[in-house]
């Protein structure tokens, strides 16, 4: 594969058969295509894809002989969409302790933990979701329980063909009330560990007792990594004086941060702008889960953008089952203020560029590799389904555990048979 | 069936001792004073204006569908549905061009004030996570009227709502159907002459919180239905006791001990007689299954199973035993008994001939959007073939849930004399840019979305710095 990501040595096979059977061209026709990167949609307009990637993006394109025609006569084309913070690939069943891997419990501060040797391509989750039009998403790890700590370590962005993006890690921290049982019970003490983690990074020859110690050696060469300002530091915070903290530590420490949640960041908008920093909240939180998100509502997004904050879209609860729904969430935010191209773009190319894979994922363009979805009308609307997906330039199959499950039981029911 | 008609007997017993003893009986021993309706409801609409919908696109939730239609309401009810109807004088008119109208949208399945926001500690009264059978609890009692939740439900179009204990034990205890309604207090909320319901709980939640976490029973599915069974033998022998009690007092024997009170066993009596509703959480096929047989061994009805991510595999069972599924639209996953879900369990519920079919929530968050809910299970089933509509799939969210609360002769659906329960919205309500324009309970207007009151109507917001305005 000529893709920049790493393949499991589990699925290498199954990827390369994939990438075999997706040899050749196929030009999508007369679509209404949103490339990310042109201004606005564009109308009657082909896409043609070749050897994994697209070719062109234009209008009356020319087949290759041999070439897959699709019409796209009253279809829209979006690039692949993005699922969120998640625990795709890592929590086949959420309840089950055997199958539940992002979080870390060893009762220390450990940012070089990272999940990505936990992640699994053939969970079910990835087939069903990428029916759904997702590509891409961020496969996190947390920090929940009691034996946890406010880092929670590291996660890479993966594709839904199973692929991790090379590069594309992020170090995820939670603060706040969620979280204050594992602080002493004071978010005061958060951000008093965050100063000493970065005093024991920064100063290589500094003595202290083990019981004084936060960090192993290779948890400081984390920090000192990330502290360089090219990967993420996504913050998962709501209330609008933690945000400020996190931005004010930003700058001390000459971080590139994300706000994740961020319930109350539409009251720090100006403070976001300013300094660059993108938010990727939940569109449906509009109630208080706690007093950090007392200033909850469904226009975050809508005063988040028009205040000239980037924005990305998540669930909050961070599972994997129903990230296909984040389109839907999107939809939600244009229905309470927010231009459709950006409810877009917040599951597209926003969340692309803020994990550095923007020349991978997010987005339509020659010469990108091929991820895209053709939808059957508006892919915010509820009643519009995901047609044909391609990741790398490979149609994937829209079959997965649950058409299968479906189709058993459809016919059941023809036969009316009562059990 | 032996067992039926002896319940039936004992129920016509216990009925006649609920009546004022007769003066014709010398000194009659009192029986057991039980109040019907201890915390009786205090809602009473207040009086409104005739609104006048005219021009709008009207689903009934009884499977029509009315172009350019009126719906006129009198006095807190339905008066009239129809195509050029005349307003009466000084009814407020709405015009509906463009809009469409449909019954209030109803909830059989929230925890909403319960389990409120803010999610803190001192909130949290939606399980009573101490014993498996906890049916002497009931949820009213729980419920804070203040959860801001109540009112971002309201801009869903939520007019009415059952609020169910949690699903920690295998009784949880009593439901209550509350209106949508701002009020300090729940008696204030509750849904005058509804029915309550009986939660109860199969399969992996019991056996965690007491097998699992507790090392008690149950800690499996066999455990789960052996504790069904001894509390409902438990019920069967109360209800003989009381029977005989008031044999004895109906013959005039001054001795008679009365029997003790047991306000769990006066639940699953009740349950017994029909006159709660039991609401069952079952995820599997098989699970329901069983719960089917448990209810013919004792003799009493589910009216429907919650959360039923398997429904699809007996939707054809559950539409012969009368029994409504309500379901999400598409979760599953988050735990095994949910593993099998697909985004057709809707639409193939309901496809199976006489089938129910429930959008519920179980979330404060779907609860705000049971509309997008439907309509992704519409979407999922054209896609399997089946036939869908929205004058039809309305019913899920109006129509069915009522029926399945007991209030189907009082709402649900757009009939004159019914509760004027109404919404409006600013499109086909089966999309994602569907917003409620105006909810109508008992013909109040209680929302309106261009004109929100000047203050939130949760107290909980009033001087909080962060709020974030009257615009939910």
Not at chain 1, 297 to 315: I, P, Q
Not at chain 2, 179 to 185: E, I, L, M, Y
Not at chain 2, 376 to 399: D, N, Q, V
């Amino acid at each position: 594969m000529k893709r920049n990501s790493i393949v499991f040595a589990a699925v290498a096979a199954w990827a390369l058969a994939a990438n075999f059977a997706g040899a050749g061209s196929v030009l999508i026709r007369n679509a209404t295509v949103h490339t990310l990167v042109a201004n606005g949609p564009l109308d009657g307009t082909d896409v043609l894809i070749t050897d994994g990637k697209v070719v062109s993006v234009g209008k009356a394109l020319t087949a290759p002989a041999g070439a897959t025609t699709i019409d796209g006569t009253g279809k829209i084309v979006t690039p692949g969409l993005f699922g969120g913070l998640t625990y795709l690939g890592l929590d086949e069943i959420g309840l089950e302790p055997t199958l539940d891997d992002p979080e870390v419990k060893l009762g220390q501060m450990r940012p070089e933990f990272d999940v990505t040797p936990a992640f699994d391509p053939d969970a079910t989750s990835i087939g069903v979701n990428r029916a759904g039009g997702v590509t891409f998403a961020a496969v996190t790890p947390t920090s929940a329980g009691k034996e946890g700590s406010i880092i929670s370590g590291q996660g890479p962005i993966v594709t839904l063909d199973g692929a991790v993006l090379a590069g594309s890690q992020g170090l995820y921290i939670d603060l706040g009330a969620d979280i204050s049982e594992l602080t002493g019970g004071s978010r005061a003490v958060q951000y008093m560990l965050l100063k000493q983690a970065f005093t024991e990074a920064r100063t290589p020859n500094l003595v202290l007792a083990d019981d004084q110690r936060l960090l192993t050696p290779a948890g400081r060469q984390t920090l000192l990594a990330y502290a360089k300002g090219t990967a993420p530091w996504v913050f998962d915070v709501d209330r609008a004086s933690d945000i400020r903290q996190v931005l004010a530590l930003a700058a001390r420490e000459k971080l590139r941060v994300v706000i994740a949640g961020g319930a109350e960041a539409w009251r720090v908008a100006p403070e976001l702008a300013v300094a660059g920093v993108p938010v990727i909240l939940d569109p449906l939180e509009d109630l208080p889960a706690n007093f950090d998100g007392v200033g909850a509502t469904l226009e975050n997004a809508a005063r988040l953008d028009k205040a000239g904050v980037s924005v990305a879209f998540s669930f909050v609860d961070p599972e994997s089952h129903n990230i296909r729904t984040i389109r839907q969430a999107a939809g939600i935010a244009v229905a309470h203020g927010l231009p459709w191209e950006a409810g877009l773009a917040a599951i597209t190319r926003v969340p692309a560029e803020i994990f550095g894979v923007a020349d991978r994922v997010g987005s339509i363009e020659a010469g990108r590799p091929a991820n895209l979805v053709v939808w059957s009308g508006d892919p915010l609307e509820v009643t519009s389904v995901a047609e044909q997906v391609f990741i790398g330039g490979k149609l994937e199959p829209q079959v997965s555990r649950q058409t299968e499950l479906r189709d058993r039981y459809l016919e059941k029911l023809r036969q009316n048979a009562a059990r | 069936m032996k067992l039926r008609s002896l319940l039936f007997i004992l129920g016509f017993f216990t009925a006649c001792a609920a009546q004022p003893a007769k003066p014709t009986k010398p000194e009659p021993v009192p029986p057991i004073a039980i109040s019907a309706n201890p915390y009786p409801s205090t809602y009473h609409a207040a009086s409104s204006a005739p609104t006048f919908i005219q021009h709008a696109t009207v689903l009934t939730g009884t499977g029509e569908r009315l172009d350019d239609a009126d719906v006129l309401l009198v006095d807190g009810k339905i008066s009239a549905v129809g195509k050029s109807l005349t307003a009466p004088a000084g009814a407020t008119v709405i015009d509906g061009h463009d809009q469409w109208v449909t019954p209030g949208i109803i909830d059989v399945h929230s925890h909403m004030g319960a389990s409120p926001n803010p999610g803190v500690r001192g909130n949290d009264d939606g399980n009573e996570a101490t014993s498996p059978s906890t049916a002497n609890v009931w949820i009213e009692h729980s419920v804070w009227p203040q959860d801001p939740g109540f009112t971002t439900a309201l801009a869903g179009g939520i007019t009415t709502l059952q609020i169910l204990p949690g699903s920690a034990n295998l009784f949880g205890g009593r439901s209550v159907v509350l209106k949508n309604v701002p009020s300090a207090t729940y008696q204030g909320m509750k849904f005058p002459g509804a029915p309550q319901g009986l939660k109860m709980a199969c399969g992996e939640n019991p056996k965690r919180v007491y097998g699992v976490r507790k090392n008690q029973f149950p800690s499996t599915r066999m455990g789960d239905v052996a504790g069904y069974r001894a509390q409902w033998i438990e019920a069967q022998e109360y209800l003989r006791n009381i029977e005989a009690y008031e044999k004895k007092v109906a013959a005039g024997d001054k001795d008679a001990k009365p029997v003790t009170r047991d306000l769990r066993l006066d639940t699953l009596a009740a349950a017994l007689k029909g006159e709660v509703l039991v609401h069952m959480h079952c995820y599997r096929s098989d699970e329901m299954a069983t719960i089917i047989d448990l209810s013919k061994e004792f003799g009493y009805h589910v009216v429907a199973f919650h959360h039923a991510v398997e429904a699809y595999k007996i939707a054809n069972l559950l539409a012969e035993n009368h029994i409504c599924g309500a379901m999400w639209a598409d979760w599953w996953g988050f735990k095994m008994e949910s593993y099998d879900g697909i985004q057709e369990n809707i639409a193939m519920v309901d496809a199976a001939p006489g089938g129910c079919a429930i959008v519920h929530s179980d979330s404060e968050e779907g609860i705000q959007r049971l509309n997008q809910e439907a309509a992704k299970a519409m979407t999922a089933g054209s896609r399997a073939g089946l036939k869908e509509s929205p004058e039809h799939a309305i019913a899920w969210l109006t129509a069915n849930p009522a029926k399945a609360l007991g209030i189907a002769d009082q709402t649900g659906t757009l009939e004159a004399g019914k509760m004027a329960d109404v919404v409006v919205w600013n499109r086909n309500p089966f999309s994602v840019y569907a917003l409620a324009e105006y909810v109508f309970i008992d013909g109040v207007l209680e929302y309106d979305r261009e004109h929100p009151p000047a203050k939130p109507r949760s107290d909980f917001y009033l001087g909080q710095p962060a709020a974030p305005g009257v615009t939910p």
